[in-house]
C-alpha cells in the first residue's frame, strides 16, 4: 500500500512555551487507513491534526522542524487554504465551524472556494448529507441543530470537499451518547471508500475498529500498533491518559483467557471457555431512596422558555436528600440542564414549585441562595477573568459578604479539596482545561455551598482527569456536600452516582438507584443512552455489582460457591 | 441554550426573494426619504409604511424582539431633542432650558425617524440571509473581505449575545448581584462579566479563521457563489417605486415646503 501522510522526524513548540507539543514524531499512514490518534489531553493530538493541513506552523506559529508531506504535498510549504484540496479537517470545537445560514450554505462553503459551479454543488450536497444522514434537514438554521447533527453537518461539509485526507478532532467529544453512536459509524462506513482517516479520540471504545492506533505522551510518539495489540495492554494506555476497555479490564482482573475488544466478542468468549454461567439478572423494584433530610423539591414543576412552543420540563415532581451524589442523564436538549437550573433560581418555573429545605426559590435572596446551591458550568471559561487563582477563587465569598478570617479559610479549604494547593499566585488562564475546570469548582465550593451543581464537568478532560475530578466530587460527598452531576459520560454515572435520574423531552423516565437503572437497557435505549462496555457486559452476565471490583469480587463469589459453572 | 438571537426569518415572501442588491439599495432609499421631513406625522406615515412591508414579509417577530430597543431609542430622542431646538412657541422655561411646541414635536419627529431607520435595517436582517448580503455588497462593488468581514460581524453578535447570557449566568450562580443599586459595586461587577466574553470571543474568531482556511477560503481568490441572485421585473419595480415615492417626498419639500416643523434642518 502506497502512503498517504508521511511524517518524518517532526517535533513542534508553541510560541512562547518551553515544552515542546511535538516531540520526533515518525510514520506513515496508507493510503485508504484509519489512524486512531490517541493520548492524555495536552499530549499533541491536535497540534499533530493541525500539522497534517499545514495549521501548525502557518496559522499556529512557533519552532517547526522536520517534515510532514501528505499526498506529496508538503504541509508548511504550501498554505492551509492549497492545503486545503488535500486535507479536509474537522476541528475540535464544531459550534465555532458552523458559522452559515443553514445546512445548505454550510455544505455549499467549502465547494465555493473550490470555485466549483452551482450544478455539481447541487449534487455533491445532496450526495454528502445523505452520507451524514441529514438529508431532511436542507434548509434548516444550523443554531437550532443538536449537538449530534451540528457535528454530523461539520464533517459532511468536510467531505464534501472530496478530499483524499480526512483528519477529525475528537469528533464525540461534547455531544451525547446517541449522536456519539451516529458519529462512530458513520466513521465506520467512511473508512470503507478510497480515504484516509485520521481520527482522535479519548474512549478506547471508538478505537477499536481503527486499522492502527497511535499512541501519543508528552508530545511523543508513546507506541503504534493494532487495536489488538495497543487495546490490551490496560497499563500502557492508562499511562497514555486513556479508560481501559471495560472486557479487557475484566478478563484481566479475572485472569481470564482472551483479549476481547467487544462486548459480544467477551460474551463469546465466556460462552466458549465456560467462564460464567450468566443467569438472568433479578429485576429489582425501584425503591425510594429516603436518606437523610430533603434538601431540593420540585413539585409539578413546568418551564417553557420564552421562545418555546413546547414545554422545556414537564411536570416534574422530585425529591433530593442531603448527601446524596446524583446523575442526571439524558439526551441533549432532554431537559436536564434547564432543571438544574431551577434548582439555585437561575430560571423561574412556568407553573409548579421550587423549593430549597422546604422554602420557595424566590422567597430566597440570590446570595442566600448562591451559599445553599452551586452551579458549575460546563465551560469553566465561561467564569474565570481574575489574574489569580485566588482571587477568581475569593470572588463568591467576598460578593456575599464573608469576614475575612472565614474567607480565608474557606479558600484554602476551597483549594485543598480541588488538589489546588500551591496554585494560589497562579494565572488561571494560563492552566490546562482540567485545572480551569478544577478553579471553577472551587470557586464554586469557596462559597460552602450544601450542594454543588455540576454541567457536564469531565468534558474535554482526559481520562486521568476526569477520575480526579470525579474523586474529588467523591471527597466532597463524603464531607457532606451534596453533588449533582449532569453528564454524557455514562461510566462517570456507573461508578460515581448513588442515584441516576433519566430524562427524556421534559421528562423524567426513570428515577432509581444508579444500579438498577444501569440493567434497565430498553429504558436506557429509550432515552438515548447505552451503558458503558463493562456495564453491558455485566448486564448480560446478570450480575448485581456496578463497578469492576465489584464484579470481580461477586463473580469470583459464584465461583468458589457453584464450581461447576467452570468446570463442566 | 435555547436562546435564538438570529434576526434572519426563514419564510418566502416576496421580500425574501427579492435580490439582496434591490434590498440593500431599498434601504438606502427609505433612510433617504425619512430624512425629506421633520414633522413628525409624515415621518409616522413613512414608518406606518415600512410596518405594512414587514407585515407583508411575515417578520413583524423580528421587531418585536427588538422592541425594547426601539422604545429606549425613542423614548431618548423624545426626551433630549427638545432641549437642544429653539422654537418660536414656547410652552415653559426653567434657569435658560426652554421648550417649546416646535422643539417637541421636533423630537417626536427624530424619535419616530430613528425607529423607521432601525425598522428598514432589520427588514433588511430579518429577510436577507448572511450570505446573501455578502453577495449583493460583493456585486454592488465592495471588496470581498470587506463584505465578509461585515457579514460575518452579523453574524457573531448572536453567538457573543449567546455567550455573553451564559456567563452572566455563570457569574449570578457565584452571588454577583446584577440587582444592586450602588454605582461602585456596578463598577466592580463590569469585570467578572466583560474579560470572560473578550476572552471567549478571542477564543471564537480564532477558531472560525482556523476553519474558514482550513476549508480552503483565501479573501482574495476567486471563487463561486451557491447562491446567485437574479435582479428581475420585480426588483426594479420594487426599486422604481422607492424612486418615485423618494421624488414624490423631494417635490413635496423643496417645492410646496410640506412636512417641516423646523426649516433649516434635516
Known amino acids: ?568 | 441554550m435555547i436562546m435564538n438571537l438570529t434576526l434572519y426569518n426563514d419564510k418566502s415572501t416576496w421580500l425574501h426573494q427579492l435580490d439582496p442588491r434591490t434590498k440593500i439599495g431599498g434601504v438606502l432609499l427609505i433612510f433617504v426619504i425619512c430624512l425629506c421631513f421633520n414633522h413628525p406625522l409624515f415621518i409616522a406615515l413613512i414608518l406606518t409604511g415600512v410596518l405594512a412591508i414587514f407585515t407583508t414579509a411575515k417578520s413583524i417577530k423580528v421587531l418585536w424582539k427588538l422592541r425594547f430597543l426601539l422604545v429606549l431609542l425613542f423614548a431618548f430622542s423624545v426626551v433630549l431633542w427638545p432641549f437642544f431646538i429653539k422654537g418660536k412657541t414656547i410652552l415653559f422655561q426653567w434657569h435658560g432650558l426652554e421648550v417649546s411646541r416646535e422643539s417637541l414635536l421636533y423630537g417626536l419627529a427624530m424619535g419616530l425617524r430613528l425607529m423607521t431607520f432601525v425598522s428598514a435595517g432589520l427588514l433588511l436582517l430579518a429577510t436577507t440571509k448572511n450570505e446573501e448580503i455578502t453577495n449583493g455588497l460583493i456585486r454592488l462593488g465592495i471588496p470581498y473581505p470587506v463584505a465578509f468581514a461585515l457579514a460575518t460581524a452579523i453574524r457573531l453578535a448572536p453567538t457573543f449575545a449567546d455567550a455573553g447570557a451564559t456567563i452572566v449566568q455563570a457569574q449570578v450562580s457565584r452571588g454577583l448581584d446584577l440587582d444592586s443599586k450602588n454605582v461602585f459595586s456596578r463598577f466592580k461587577r463590569f469585570a467578572p462579566l466583560s474579560i470572560p466574553i473578550f476572552i471567549s470571543a478571542m477564543r471564537y474568531t480564532n477558531f472560525l479563521a482556523m476553519a474558514l482556511e482550513s476549508k480552503g477560503f483565501q479573501p482574495d481568490a476567486p471563487r463561486t457563489s451557491y447562491y446567485e441572485p437574479q435582479i428581475t421585473g420585480r426588483d426594479w419595480l420594487v426599486l422604481g417605486f422607492l424612486t418615485l415615492t423618494l421624488a414624490v417626498c423631494l417635490y413635496l419639500r423643496l417645492s410646496l415646503h410640506w412636512g417641516i416643523i423646523i426649516s433649516g434642518r434635516l
Open chain 1, 1 to 568: 500500500m502506497t502512503s498517504s501522510i508521511i511524517f518524518d522526524r517532526l517535533s513542534f513548540s508553541y510560541q512562547n512555551t518551553p515544552v515542546p507539543a511535538l516531540q520526533d514524531i515518525c510514520g506513515e499512514m496508507a493510503r485508504g487507513s484509519f489512524t486512531m490518534v490517541m493520548g492524555h489531553s495536552g499530549a499533541g493530538k491536535s497540534t499533530l491534526c493541525c500539522a497534517i493541513n499545514g495549521l501548525v506552523p502557518c496559522f499556529l506559529r512557533g519552532d517547526y522542524a522536520g517534515m510532514v508531506t501528505v499526498e506529496g504535498m508538503e504541509a508548511g510549504k504550501n498554505s492551509v487554504p492549497d492545503m486545503a484540496r488535500t486535507v479536509g479537517i474537522v476541528l475540535q470545537d464544531f459550534e465555532a465551524q458552523l458559522f452559515s445560514t443553514n445546512v445548505e450554505l454550510e455544505m455549499a462553503f467549502g465547494l465555493e472556494n473550490q470555485c466549483l459551479p452551482r450544478t455539481a454543488m447541487e449534487e455533491r450536497i445532496s450526495n454528502y448529507l445523505r452520507v451524514v444522514g441529514l438529508e431532511e434537514l436542507l434548509r434548516r438554521d444550523t443554531a437550532t441543530l443538536s449537538g449530534g447533527q451540528k457535528q454530523r453537518l461539520a464533517i459532511g461539509s468536510v467531505l464534501a470537499m472530496e478530499t483524499p485526507v480526512l483528519v477529525m478532532d475528537e469528533p464525540t467529544t461534547d455531544i451525547d451518547p446517541e449522536g456519539r453512536l451516529h458519529i462512530l459509524s458513520l466513521i465506520r462506513r467512511l473508512r470503507t471508500r478510497e480515504r484516509t482517516l485520521v481520527v482522535t479520540d479519548l474512549d478506547a471504545e471508538a478505537a477499536v475498529h481503527a486499522d492502527q492506533i497511535w499512541l501519543l505522551k508528552d508530545g511523543r510518539l508513546a507506541a503504534k500498533g493494532s487495536p489488538t495489540e495497543i487495546l490490551t495492554d490496560s497499563s500502557l494506555i492508562e499511562s497514555c491518559g486513556i479508560r481501559p476497555l471495560g472486557t479487557i479490564a475484566l478478563f484481566q482482573a479475572m485472569n481470564w483467557p482472551g483479549q476481547p475488544l467487544t462486548v459480544e466478542d467477551a460474551a463469546t468468549e465466556i460462552e466458549n471457555h465456560r467462564l460464567y454461567c450468566p443467569h438472568r439478572q433479578e429485576r429489582q423494584a425501584i425503591t425510594a431512596l429516603a436518606s437523610g433530610k430533603v434538601i431540593l423539591e420540585t413539585r409539578n414543576l413546568s418551564y417553557q422558555y420564552p421562545s418555546g412552543a413546547i414545554n422545556a420540563l414537564d411536570g416534574i415532581d422530585l425529591t433530593i436528600h442531603e448527601g446524596d451524589f446524583v446523575a442526571m442523564l439524558g439526551q441533549n436538549g432532554s431537559g436536564k440542564t434547564t432543571l438544574a437550573k431551577h434548582f439555585n433560581g437561575l430560571l423561574k418555573p412556568t407553573a409548579g414549585n421550587m423549593l430549597v429545605r422546604g422554602r420557595a426559590v424566590k422567597d430566597y435572596r440570590r446570595h442566600e441562595l448562591a451559599s445553599e446551591v452551586g452551579y458549575v458550568f460546563q465551560n469553566p471559561d465561561h467564569q474565570i477573568f481574575a489574574p489569580t487563582v485566588r482571587e477568581e477563587v475569593a470572588f463568591g465569598p467576598r460578593v456575599l459578604g464573608m469576614d475575612s478570617k472565614t474567607r480565608e479559610d474557606n479558600i484554602a479549604e476551597a483549594l485543598d479539596a480541588t488538589g489546588l494547593s500551591g496554585f494560589e499566585d497562579r494565572n488561571p488562564f494560563l492552566l490546562n482545561r482540567g485545572e480551569r475546570q478544577r478553579v471553577a469548582v472551587a470557586s464554586i465550593l469557596a462559597v460552602k455551598p450544601a450542594v454543588i451543581i455540576l454541567d457536564e464537568p469531565t468534558t474535554g478532560l482526559d481520562y486521568a482527569h476526569q477520575r480526579d475530578t470525579m474523586e474529588m466530587l467523591k471527597r466532597l460527598n463524603q464531607l457532606g456536600h451534596t453533588i449533582i452531576v449532569i453528564t454524557h459520560a455514562m461510566w462517570i454515572a456507573e461508578a460515581y452516582a448513588r442515584r441516576s435520574i433519566l430524562m427524556k423531552e421534559g421528562r423524567i423516565l426513570l428515577d432509581g438507584p444508579t444500579s438498577t437503572v444501569f440493567s434497565d437497557e430498553a429504558m436506557l435505549a429509550a432515552a438515548s443512552l447505552a451503558p458503558s462496555d463493562l456495564i453491558r457486559l455485566r448486564n448480560r452476565l446478570g450480575l448485581a455489582a456496578i463497578t469492576l471490583t465489584g464484579m470481580v469480587k461477586e463473580l469470583r463469589g459464584v465461583h468458589i460457591e457453584f464450581p461447576f459453572s467452570n468446570q463442566r
